[in-house]
């Protein structure tokens, strides 16, 4: 059983910035990759980044530029820097644990999910 523990989010206006992380526990986080998904009110979750277990990274077009997916194996962490945010980044944003790199598929352990509003 992996749980995952996300910090973060909040309100800010357009043009900021926001981190977000997401600690895991066990001793196999530096194995897997990882991933940060978002949903918005009457969408579906969409993946926003992923990273494999060598560092490579993946993010879908709408944040490319924007946002940063990072890890720290040591400390079972993976981040979300968000630069430049816009309101349509507004969503829930999710953290996911061993996802599926070669189809970019979701694993089955979830953060908690943490609101990021942007707005003015």
């Known amino acids: 059983q992996v749980q995952l523990v996300q910090s973060g989010g909040g309100l800010v206006q357009p043009g900021g910035s926001l981190r977000l992380s997401c600690t895991a526990s066990?001793?196999?986080?530096?194995?897997?990759?990882m991933g940060w998904y978002r949903q918005a009110p009457g969408k579906q979750r969409e993946l926003v980044a992923a990273?494999?277990?060598?560092?490579?990274?993946e993010y879908v077009d709408s944040v490319k530029g924007r946002f940063t997916i990072s890890r720290d194996n040591p400390k079972n962490t993976v981040s979300l820097q968000m630069n430049s945010l816009k309101p349509e980044d507004t969503a829930v944003y999710y953290c996911?644990?061993?996802?599926?790199?070669?189809?970019?598929?979701?694993?089955?352990?979830w953060g908690q999910g943490t609101q990021v509003t942007v707005s003015s």
């Open positions: 996911n644990f061993a996802l599926n790199w070669a189809i970019l598929k979701p694993g089955d352990y």
């Open positions: 990273i494999s277990s060598y560092g490579n990274t």
């Open positions: 066990g001793s196999l986080f530096s194995i897997y990759a």
